[in-house]
């Protein structure tokens, strides 16, 4: 089932996102609606905040960049409880990113390009290792969400500046995109 996400202003987005246990009801099911609900997107991360659950919850899809990037060939990965444990900012990378709870906005953003994470498969195996790349960034913008950040919350405040009048068009609705949202 497509879900709403939830955009721009809304309060579960600045929420720190709990823990789930082996019991939260219908998980598997909520892990199929939120991979159907942002491949309906046409994005490659969603975090269980951006379906109005502060949940430690979140899937993400590299598989639409096989062609140039072979090692994500049918990437699809929920990670239950996701938690970075060390950030190696000795390489950072600057480079656009855009959210589908911001539609219309993409900005620079630097993010270091290797991270130590910790989490939970669909089958409740613990999994810590070090991420590079690509998945790296996708993970640490969904991680972000799981702690009440969005990525505006990282760009410069000459950038937040320049950008006021499309984050006030979000707040109040005026803004169009490609799938179901929940505004306000």
Known sequence: ????????????????????????????????????????????????????????LVVITLDCLSEDYPEY?????????????????????LMDEGCL??????????????????????EWNEHEEWVTGFLARVMQH?????EGKVFTDRISPLRKQLIRKKLSCLLSGKFTCGYKVKIK
């Open 101 to 122: 709870s911001l539609p219309g906005i993409s900005e620079p953003v630097r993010r270091a390009t290797r991270i130590k994470v910790k989490w939970f498969d669909r």
């Open 1 to 56: 089932m497509i879900l709403p996400i939830y955009t721009y202003g809304q309060p579960v987005l600045r929420k720190v996102s709990e823990d789930i246990d082996k019991d939260y009801p219908e998980l598997n099911k909520l892990i199929d609606d939120m991979f159907e609900t942002m491949y309906n997107s046409q994005g490659v991360g969603l975090a269980a905040p951006q379906i109005g659950r502060a949940i430690r």
């Open 73 to 93: 060939k049918d990437f699809n990965e929920a990670y239950i409880n996701p938690h970075i444990l060390e950030i190696d900012d000795t390489e950072t990378e």
């Open 142 to 146: 969904e991680f972000d969400h799981l």
